[in-house]
Nanobody, 128 residues
Framework: QLQLVESGGGTVQPGGSLRLSCAVS????????IGWFRQAPGKEREGVSC?????????NYADSVKGRFTISRDNAKNTVYLQMTNLKPEDTAVYYC????????????????????WGQGTQVTVSS
């Protein structure tokens, strides 16, 4: 059974950094788009970043995190990472990773409706 498990969340001060991990089990993730999303209290789920499968070195980012967040994948470890730097209070949210249901060759998109499999989330709090 496919499972996605996020880890690496925590509390940091503004300007700090965190690296989130999304461990995928039950299936290889090589060919699939993996995305990161977040949801703050009282707000809708927001797409953060995504990365294409295979050897296609393509990624996409929400405007709000461009230049601060970097997504990467290690297919050998079946893990996708989200390196977050220069964190701001508005980055506070529960962060989720998700996988698209089938292989996709175009540039990935951070639209939640495209993703079929979701993790349980990890809390990120940015506060002084």
């Amino acid at each position: 059974q496919l499972q996605l498990v996020e880890s690496g969340g925590g509390t940091v001060q503004p300007g700090g950094s965190l690296r989130l991990s999304c461990a995928v089990s039950g299936s290889t993730m090589d060919s699939y788009v993996i995305g990161w999303f977040r949801q703050a209290p009282g707000k809708e789920r927001e797409g953060v970043s995504c990365i294409n499968g295979g050897d296609r070195d393509m990624a996409n980012y929400a405007d709000s995190v461009k230049g601060r967040f970097t997504i990467s994948r290690d297919n050998a470890k079946n893990t996708v990472y989200l390196q977050m730097t220069n964190l701001k209070p508005e980055d506070t949210a529960v962060y989720y990773c998700a996988r698209e249901p089938g292989p996709y060759l175009g540039l990935c998109m951070v639209a939640a409706g495209r993703y079929a499999f979701w993790g349980q989330g990890t809390q990120v709090t940015v506060s002084s």
